[in-house]
């Protein structure tokens, strides 16, 4: 984020995975970050938007007064006549003693103008328009803002990232004590991210916050060195934890997700962790039965692991999304279409052995399919597309990206979709303006991405106007894509937002 005291107030641009990285804490507390929505949701908040008009008409006809946006994060600030502190906390958690903040018979202005920043009933509906970083920084002008942004409801769907480091505070003696977590608890927080944490430090956060034993569903550990001693430890204290992600995490075993994994977990994620393989998914299978979601990056899973889904899982399990599983082959889909039949939403995402027979199998057998996501399989051809558009009606998402076979034949049969909203193409190679073409009479189009398109022209491109309902469209690193095409994109096609 951008220091306010340099007077540069433009949003800042969240990275791709969604991540907002917070300054240094007064109170020890290194850093740290909060993640929400995905990289389409990431586009929408760099985009400046005024906050509509509910103040009330004593104000909307006051022009001495600055109306706040989401272009100017400090400006409600500026309403009340204060700025945030040098160096203030955004993360927000205790204020150290050493910082006082204003309170509201101190705020300069008149006694109307006063009384109008601190009148809770304002901010309780302004507040909403203002992003989490934003919220962040609010939370430090004044102990009545603080008080109505540390309401729960304003963090829902937020995940704060903690990172090992920033968990302990260094003591003049040399000695680390564990931070207080008490403003995240204020906050209701109910799901942490944990980044190169060990048993140890998972032991500290059950023991240090005050949530932790029922109040928290979800927990991710990144990088971290978690044995199967700390995931069993972890999962037998934390009863309320019902989603589990596990990314990067190589010391412990099948053996530990065996001890560790059990019926209340609804939601597992599995990714680039160098023990997992086919005893794994036996586990899952078995100690799982309410699963619903899982999303698993294994590269030594077989087509054998998809067999091992009961058939109460067949049942109740609605997402399954299998990235880079280099050893799955079109015998795996086999297994996992007879195993999971009620799958609304796929991922082969990487599954590079798999091919059209594959799809196909896909088509006929999971017809409740409302999300496919196929890119980076390079078997597939056209001919998979004609499956996918002939026997999944209900289809709402359709991944396509680095799919490098497909060619315009391919979306002549994704034009006869109804349903189809979302369409990524990026990196399909041999897409040219007349396969564009065959996308025009698809009405129910609301994003379409193109990026990286090589044989897309400026003339094909600017037919795309004809799409009057598309929210998004994605036109990075397209050659055809030039600034009097944007200019004419911004004209013609006036609610769409065009990703350069």
Not at 34 to 56: D, E, F, M, W, Y
Not at 407 to 421: N, V
């Amino acid at each position: 984020m951008s220091n306010p005291r340099n007077g540069d107030t433009k949003p800042p641009c969240l990275p791709r995975n969604g991540l907002v990285k917070i300054p240094t804490q007064p109170n020890g507390l290194g850093s740290a970050s909060i993640t929400k929505g995905t990289p389409a949701v990431k586009n929408r908040l760099c985009q400046p938007s005024s906050v509509p008009a509910i103040l009330s008409p004593a104000l909307a006809h006051r022009s001495d007064l600055p109306i706040p946006s989401l272009a100017s994060p400090l400006s409600l600030a500026t309403l009340a006549g204060v700025s945030s502190p040098p160096g203030a906390s955004l993360v927000g958690l205790n204020t150290s003693e050493g910082s006082e903040q204003p309170s509201p018979e101190r705020l300069p202005g008149s006694p109307s103008e006063r009384q109008l920043a601190v009148d809770e009933k304002i901010l309780n509906r302004l507040f909403w328009y203002f992003s989490a970083c934003e919220k962040c920084v609010l939370a430090q002008v004044c102990k009545v803002w603080r008080r109505v942004l540390y309401q729960p409801k304003f963090w829902v769907g937020l995940t704060p990232v903690l990172h090992t480091k920033e968990l302990y505070n260094i003591l003049p003696g040399g000695e680390k004590e564990f931070v207080s977590l008490q403003g995240f608890a204020v906050r209701g927080f109910d799901g942490f991210c944990l980044v190169g944490v060990s048993d140890l430090d998972i032991c500290e956060f059950i023991d240090n916050y005050p949530l932790s034993k029922k109040g928290v569903k979800s927990m991710s550990l990144k990088r971290s060195t978690i044995t199967d001693a700390g995931l069993e430890v972890m999962l037998e204290q934390m009863q309320g934890v019902v989603r589990l992600e596990l990314s990067g995490c190589n010391d412990f075993t099948e053996a530990g997700l065996w001890s560790s994994l059990n019926a209340r977990i609804t939601a597992l994620s599995v990714s680039d962790c160098i023990n997992v393989a086919d005893d794994a998914i036996a586990a899952i299978s078995q100690l799982l039965p309410n699963l619903t979601e899982l999303n698993l990056q294994a590269y030594h899973v077989t087509d054998t692991a998809l067999a091992y889904f009961t058939a109460k899982q067949g049942y109740t399990t609605h997402t399954l999304r299998l990235n880079s599983c280099w050893e799955i082959t079109n015998h795996g889909v086999v297994n996992m279409v007879h195993s999971l039949p009620n799958l609304s939403v796929l991922s082969l995402s990487g599954c590079s052995k798999v091919t059209d027979d594959g799809v196909e199998l896909v088509a006929e057998n999971l017809r409740k399919l409302r999300s496919l996501d196929l890119s980076w399989c390079p078997r597939i051809t056209d001919m998979a597309l004609e499956y996918i558009a002939c026997d999944l009606h209900k289809l709402e998402e359709l991944v396509l990206d680095r799919c490098v076979r497909i060619t315009d034949t391919g979306l002549s049969y994704l034009s006869t979709m109804s349903s189809l909203r979302s369409l990524y193409l990026r990196w399909c190679c041999q897409v040219q303006d007349f396969g564009l073409k065959h996308l025009l009479s698809m009405g129910s189009l609301r994003l379409l991405s193109l990026a990286g398109c090589p044989l897309l022209t400026t003339t094909g491109l600017s037919g795309l106007v004809q799409l009057q309902e598309l929210e998004e469209l994605e036109l990075t690193n397209c050659p055809g894509a030039t600034p009097e095409l944007f200019k004419y994109f911004s004209q013609h096609l006036p609610c769409c937002m065009v990703i350069e």
